[in-house]
T-cell receptor, first 113, second 110 residues
Framework: EDQVTQSPEALRLQEGESSSLNCSYT??????LFWYRQDPGKGPEFLFTLYSAGEEKEKERLKATLTKKESFLHITAPKPEDSATYLCAVQAPSGGSNYKLTFGKGTLLTVNP | DVKVTQSSRYLVKRTGEKVFLECVQD?????MFWYRQDPGLGLRLIYFSYDVKMKEKGDIPEGYSVSREKKERFSLILESASTNQTSMYLC?????????FGSGTRLTVV
């Protein structure tokens, strides 16, 4: 059974204080690892897809990295508008589809001004 | 941009009612998904479909069914709503770049 564990469950930072979120996974036949941002009452918003160990992607203050067992989302000099829940998900084959996503429970990030 | 539209943002239904949640995508995608999201439990897959009339159970299919008669539309059906099905329901569509989610339907069963 595919498993995704995110840590910490919640993280409170001061504006400008850099940190990292962790996503560890156990999956058979990883097809991709996804990071999403979710604001309260809204659907998840796509951030990054990583496909192989060693891959890195960046977008503004966010950088995602991938190893064979985990992924990190690094947040550099965060701002209050970065406050959200960050979700990690892995894609693996299941039944008739190669596209089943299994999610972690998320990290609630709060950035104080 | 891909658009995934869920027909209702908020719904209130009575116990025992049959409930239909509708999801439409505008890009001819084959793969569509229904999740529910609950505090402390995260997003859990209910059902997914990889083509018209093709469906597979996810991790928590009990109490739900689905319908995919046309490629663009994927419906989630609660045969007899119960209070433990009060949740946020999210539909997603798979495109080459990743997965696009709808805005969600917050369902309350009273």
């Amino acid at each position: 059974e595919d498993q995704v564990t995110q840590s910490p469950e919640a993280l409170r930072l001061q504006e400008g204080e850099s940190s990292s979120l962790n996503c560890s996974y156990t999956v058979s036949g990883l097809r991709g690892l996804f990071w999403y941002r979710q604001d309260p009452g809204k659907g998840p918003e796509f951030l990054f897809t990583l496909y192989s160990a060693g891959e890195e992607k960046e977008k503004e203050r966010l950088k995602a990295t991938l190893t064979k067992k985990e992924s990190f989302l690094h947040i550099t000099a965060p701002k209050p508008e970065d406050s959200a829940t960050y979700l990690c998900a892995v894609q693996a084959p299941s039944g008739g589809s190669n596209y089943k996503l299994t999610f972690g429970k998320g990290t609630l990030l709060t950035v104080n001004p | 941009d891909v658009k995934v539209t869920q027909s209702s943002r908020y719904l209130v239904k009575r116990t025992g009612e049959k409930v239909f949640l509708e999801c439409v995508q505008d890009m001819d995608h084959e793969n569509m998904f229904w999740y529910r999201q609950d505090p402390g439990l995260g997003l859990r897959l209910i059902y997914f479909s990889y083509d018209v009339k093709m469906k597979e159970k996810g991790d928590i299919p009990e109490g739900y069914s689905v319908s995919r008669e046309k490629k663009e539309r994927f419906s989630l059906i609660l045969e007899s709503a119960s209070t433990n099905q009060t949740s946020m329901y999210l539909c997603a569509s798979r495109d080459p770049g990743g997965y696009t989610f709808g805005s969600g339907t917050r369902l309350t069963v009273v």
